[in-house]
């Protein structure tokens, strides 16, 4: 009995010298019994087709009886015949392409790309070459969270308590961070500072420097500029007020802004009572609204530096309102518009009736070639309203609204005016770089 069986475990070229040898050290060659193929000595001996070819150098499937053919290791042909089991599909009954991508996770057009297919019509016993998975990284994120500081006014239903909790402040941090005295005074009807965690469009990295300033000549008019890259996260761009303690009911000269203020830039504002230097537009300064009027358009900043030229969506006789400009940091409303999507306009709002207004006089404009490129534009030559148009569209501006004119026009760079306003002026608009303070939102 034990001879026949050892004959029979020679026959399938089982044994070595010594004897049987375990499954754990197969054999490196096997001979081939008549009516073998390689596919049924790769089945019987736990390699591939393919690893039987490339170790026995045939380049057909002719095999003979008595042939001696080389086998890889063991977990050579393992690895072998799990790498080729992965790279092939065997169509079953219910099978999608759908179904098939996801379980071998690729995808539908790897698939067809992969075999050749034009359209997702398979086939029972077709056979799909499976390719590669491929680790595609994670996509890299488009927002992130900032701490954002509002004026929050506390309603009649409130406490203190259940105010700062809603903040997740303790009672003594909110009376510190408004600057009181004692919690009795947080009462309701008031307004309150609160911080806000808020997402928002991580910025794009810079192009150029925070701010540069050049003497241009377009259109042969000569001209101050001032480009702002608002891309800069501690670029600041903020009204500059000739008195900080009261907001207004003073004024000053551009170049007395410039000093007092610190600002890389300042170049003055928009239209003023001449008297009481009252704005005749909205002005939002830190979140706050300090001045509101007949203006309809406005440069509006948020607090992570976006800029955008557009109208109040709140109706004059509704103001004032805690809705007007929300989210928006700095807002200086100006006008008219003299350019809208690189287009040059000429008919104004009925907001504009001084016929003063559109004679010659030297110009001051404010204007966007993108939400992240603020341009200052400030000339002391006589021009129409509709030639400053012209001169903000020839430096590559899209949007762009007057300043005030005349005697108001003035701009200063580093300290110093370039171009010094003759009058005093309500306010300026300064541009601050290297800002490491507290953001804000309406």
Do not use: C
Request: net charge positive; hydrophobic share 40%.
């Amino acid at each position: 009995m034990r001879r026949t069986s050892l004959l029979f475990l020679i026959l399938l070229g089982l044994t070595g010298p010594a004897g049987p040898v375990l499954a754990a050290s197969a054999p490196r060659t096997v001979t081939v019994r008549a009516g073998d193929t390689l596919y049924r000595i790769a089945t019987r001996t736990g390699t591939s087709v393919a690893a039987l070819r490339a170790a026995n150098g045939l380049k057909g499937d002719v095999i003979r009886a008595g042939q001696v053919l080389r086998l890889g290791g063991s977990a050579s042909a393992s690895a072998t015949t799990a790498a080729t089991n992965a790279q092939r599909h065997t169509v079953k009954q219910g099978d999608t392409l759908s179904l098939i991508a996801r379980r071998y996770g690729v995808s539908v057009a790897a698939l067809k790309a992969g075999n050749s297919l034009t359209s997702s019509v398979i086939r029972t016993g077709q056979t799909l070459k499976i390719p590669a998975r491929t680790t595609r990284p994670a996509p890299a994120p488009t927002t992130e969270v900032r701490v954002v500081y509002r004026h929050v006014r506390m309603t009649a239903g409130d406490t203190p308590t259940r105010f700062a909790a809603r903040y997740r402040l303790s009672v003594d941090h909110l009376r510190r961070l408004n600057g009181l005295n004692t919690a009795r005074l947080i009462v309701p009807g008031r307004k309150l500072l609160v911080p806000s965690r808020v997402p928002v469009p991580i910025p794009p990295r810079p192009v150029r420097p925070a701010v540069s300033f050049k003497r241009l000549t377009p259109l042969s008019v000569p001209v101050r500029i001032a480009n702002v890259d608002l891309r800069h996260r501690d670029t600041l761009i903020a009204p500059v007020l000739a008195s900080p303690r009261a907001a207004f009911g003073s004024g000053a000269r551009v170049s007395q802004l410039a000093r007092n203020s610190g600002a890389k830039v300042v170049i003055n504002g928009s239209y003023f009572h001449p008297q009481t230097y009252a704005p005749a537009g909205d002005i939002v300064m830190q979140g706050r609204m300090l001045t509101w009027g007949r203006i309809p358009m406005a440069l509006a900043i948020t607090p992570d530096n976006r800029a955008t030229i557009r109208a109040s969506t709140t109706p004059l006789l509704q103001r004032p309102l805690d809705t007007t400009w929300a989210g928006m940091e700095t807002v200086i409303a100006t006008g008219p518009r003299i350019l809208s999507g690189g287009q040059l306009i000429t008919r104004y709002n009925a907001a504009f009736r001084d016929p003063a207004l559109f004679g010659r006089a030297a110009r001051s404009a404010i204007g966007l070639i993108s939400n992240r490129d603020l341009v200052l534009v400030s000339t002391h030559m006589k021009l129409t309203t509709t030639e400053m148009g012209r001169v903000m569209a020839r430096l590559g501006i899209r949007d762009a609204l007057l300043l005030d004119g005349g005697s108001s026009t003035g701009i200063a760079w580093n300290g110093q005016a370039a171009l010094d306003s003759v009058r005093k002026v309500s306010y300026g608009i300064g541009v601050f770089t290297d800002y490491t303070g507290r953001r804000y939102a309406r």
